[in-house]
């Protein structure tokens, strides 16, 4: 199996170790502050003592010795066929890095971005191996959410998109293809509709963010961990998708009408969610609170891998 490097040990950096390294891959980390590398090592071995616990590996000992850690870029990436970069979201820094890995990767090596929304044109225009390079971008933490949307720059190699959408499916991440650049990619693009809609209904004095939150909760985002939109518009009329526009069409328009202004995400707007959450949860909690969601995450990956099995994909 190719040897993977990981570009950037930070959250997501770690939990790409862990996708490629379950799957029997070995992985060398590098990044730029050796402390973080070290925090690493501790980071990825509790994570893998969490899946184990959720019966999503059984082996952790075995997927930790294919966990390396490199003190630089070229070791890290010596023989590596593919390359992940999470280095922080910064122009200037992915800028840099690649023009450090344009240097030492080998002829045949693809570089994906885990970049959440700087298109692959913006830092690989110049670069003798730019039709190796894509957006390979994933939900955090991709080791318990498997989508990872693959964005190509104007000069991507289909054959490099092709590789990197057959590794992650091996891997057992979900890949999509997108077939253009366009801010957000999909999924931040989705996410940001349904933000800005959030954001509008607690400015309006519609509800309080608490409410938006068990409104997505406790309702519409229950079927969405195994079916998306379009599949569960097609399933609430009786004649399916074209029945529930007919219904529903008008509605969704008078909505769509009262929201042409663009929203300000102003201070002020964050500073009022600001003080709501904070009651909710204090800032010292966080940390503590991620770390509930990633095992709630884990819990829900054991229940739709046994649905699936039992019930039917
Ligand atoms: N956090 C998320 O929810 C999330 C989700 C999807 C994608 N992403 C994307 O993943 C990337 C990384 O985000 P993150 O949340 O892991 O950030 P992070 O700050 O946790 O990690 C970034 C790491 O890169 C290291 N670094 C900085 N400069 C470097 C260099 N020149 N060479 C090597 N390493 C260097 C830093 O020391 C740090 O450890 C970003 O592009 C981000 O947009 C983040």
Not at 15 to 41: C, K
Not at 92 to 104: A, I, N, P, S
Not at 165 to 186: A, C, D, H, N, W
């Amino acid at each position: 199996m190719e040897k993977i490097a990981l570009i950037g040990s930070g959250l997501v950096g770690q939990a790409w170790a862990i996708v490629f390294a379950r799957a029997g891959h070995e992985v060398a980390l590098y990044d730029a502050s050796p402390m973080t590398l070290e925090q690493a090592e501790v980071t990825i071995a509790s994570r893998l003592n969490d899946l184990t616990r959720f019966k999503l590996i059984d082996d952790p000992d075995s997927v930790l010795g294919r966990i390396s850690y490199a003190i630089k870029t070229s070791d890290a990436v010596a023989g590596a066929r593919y390359i992940q970069e999470s280095v922080p979201e910064r122009l200037e820094v992915k800028r840099e890095v690649y023009k450090d890995l344009d240097r030492v990767v080998g002829d045949d090596t693809i570089i994906g971005s885990s970049t959440s929304g700087i298109p692959a044109s913006a830092f690989t225009e110049s670069l003798a191996c730019r039709a190796r390079c894509l957006v390979a971008h994933p939900i955090n933490p991709p080791s318990v959410t498997p989508l990872v949307e693959l964005c190509p720059a104007p000069w991507t190699d289909a054959t490099a998109m092709d590789y990197v959408f057959e590794l992650m499916t091996r891997v057992g991440q979900s890949p999509i293809r997108l077939k253009k650049e366009t801010p957000g990619f999909v999924a931040n693009r989705l996410q940001g509709a349904l933000l800005s809609m959030a954001l509008r209904l607690v400015e309006d004095g519609v509800c309080t963010a608490e409410e938006v939150d068990i409104a997505i909760r406790d309702g519409i985002g229950r079927r969405w961990s195994f079916i998306g939109p379009f599949e569960t518009i097609d399933l609430n009329a009786p004649g399916g998708i074209a029945d529930y526009i007919d219904r529903y069409g008008p509605l969704y328009e008078e909505i769509e009408r009262s929201t042409i202004a663009p929203l300000d995400w102003s201070p002020a707007l964050a500073r009022r969610l600001e003080a709501e959450r904070r009651e909710r949860l204090p800032a010292d909690r966080l940390s503590e609170r991620s770390e509930w969601r990633d095992r709630r995450l884990m819990a829900l990956a054991g229940h739709n891998r046994a649905a699936d099995e039992k019930i039917g994909k």
